[in-house]
């Protein structure tokens, strides 16, 4: 594994399993590969597509299994389009959504207000009961 994996799964240590990993060599403990879910790799600092695939096929090696997002390695632009695709012909679903929005958000991106896009993850995020309309 990388140099720059193992940093990344050093940095979420302290946060998934209460530990402060060793300066120097070291391998991730089974317990963090468990904890370890394709969102935390997405919002790592220094994890980017490459290292977070690396992460999830040693993973894979060591007998973990990190679902991999449906967006995985797409283009924000791509995403929107497949939504868009998908919506039309009546096959989007809340996860699709919920998952467009988070990546929209983390790159920050303005063609949905990034305001407006952190209210609708607001909203398929819990239980959100709209009043009825009068």
């Given at each position: ?97 919920t ?33 009825p309309?009068?």
């Open positions: 594994m990388s140099v720059r994996a193992v940093n990344v799964l050093k940095e979420l240590a302290p946060e998934l399993i209460e530990q402060n990993p060793p300066k120097g060599a070291w391998i991730p403990p089974d317990d963090l590969l468990r904890q370890l879910t394709a969102r935390h790799l997405a919002t790592a600092r220094n994890c980017g597509p490459q290292t977070a695939r690396e992460i999830i096929e040693w993973a894979r090696t060591r007998g973990v299994s990190i679902k991999v997002p449906l967006y995985g390695g797409k283009s924000l632009s791509e995403v929107w389009r497949s939504l868009a695709a998908r919506a039309s012909d009546g096959k989007l679903t809340r996860a699709e959504i998952e467009a929005l988070e990546k929209s958000i983390r790159r920050k991106s303005v063609r949905i207000p990034v305001a407006f896009q952190i209210i609708l993850l607001e909203i398929l995020s819990s239980t959100y009961d709209p009043p309309f009068t």
